[in-house]
């Protein structure tokens, strides 16, 4: 492999996890995990202006975990003064961040996100990279803000490098990821949530994280793992086990199928392609988001059982802060 970790510059790698035609790969010096090899920066490019798309109603279910992000914020910057926002979205933690009375801006590559965000909530956001847009000056901001958005960039200590350049002195990042210590990505492994090799590039723990900042010139003061915008273990396996029944389902209607086409001597498939297609659809469309619903008291009662396991770190989000050193 030409590649070379963007941590330690070992070019030293171990296969952890395929999928979609793609390696995610452990750096053998620093363990840094990274998606090999990188998909071309202008099919990510593409990707994110006409393709990315986030449900618009589970995020605005986010709107508790957003002010419990920006109190937690307020905590380490008092004074509220100008707050940026990468890969802002819809726009919502801006509109809470302003109506607590910061001066805030944002940066959204998908279209119909940024529209919806300019046209909703009247804000100002930029569909450039950070140092291609006005705003990368230096001393600029005292708060900039990344919600699962880090581990999507190809090179996160650049984009970090380029945050701290803009941040006044002792300013904040804040940061959510995903946690690939946590206990659920070590359960799911591959079919953890979070684990899309051409989507996010990166993966971290609590370890390379605060290695990155470091060296990005961040010291951290403040980090939890939390259940933030997972779906939970529990939903995970539930939605695992109908994934089996539908594909015992399929499989049998679709042998039924092409024995029943082969009697009445019908030579194509159409039938078969079309009642999987339909089966795929109901599964995602109709009957998770019911699934997802009813389990929701269940996963509250796990509630009590989760708090040990995220105070040692094993949560599926990390949420840092780090002040500008
Ligand atoms: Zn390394």
Known sequence: MSHTCILCHSDKFKVVIQKNGYSMVKCANCDLVFTYPK???????????????????????????????????????PKKGSLLEIGCSYGLFLDIARERGWQVSGIELSSSSRFYAE?????????????????????????VALWHVLEHFPNPLMELKNINFCLKPGGIVALALPNFRSLQSRILTRYWEWVDPFVHLYQFDIVSIKKLLNKAGFEVVCQKSQRGDSKGLFAHIVYYLFRLAFFIIKTSGVIFLKLRNNIARIDEDKGADKFRSNLDDYLETVLWPMVLKTIRPVDFISYMVRQPIYQRMLGPELFVLAKKS
Do not use: H, M, S, W
């Not at 990707?47 to 449900?55: P, T």
């Not at 909703?120 to 705003?135: D, F």
């Open 39 to 77: 998909p071309a920066e202008k099919d990510l490019t593409e990707f994110y202006q006409k393709a990315y798309r986030i449900d618009l109603n589970g995020y605005f279910r986010k709107r508790p975990i957003f002010e419990d992000c920006i109190e937690c914020i307020e905590c380490y910057v």
């Open 119 to 143: 046209k909703t909530y009247g804000l100002t956001v930029y569909n450039n990279k950070l140092n291609e847009t006005p705003l990368f000056k230096e001393n600029t901001f005292d708060v």
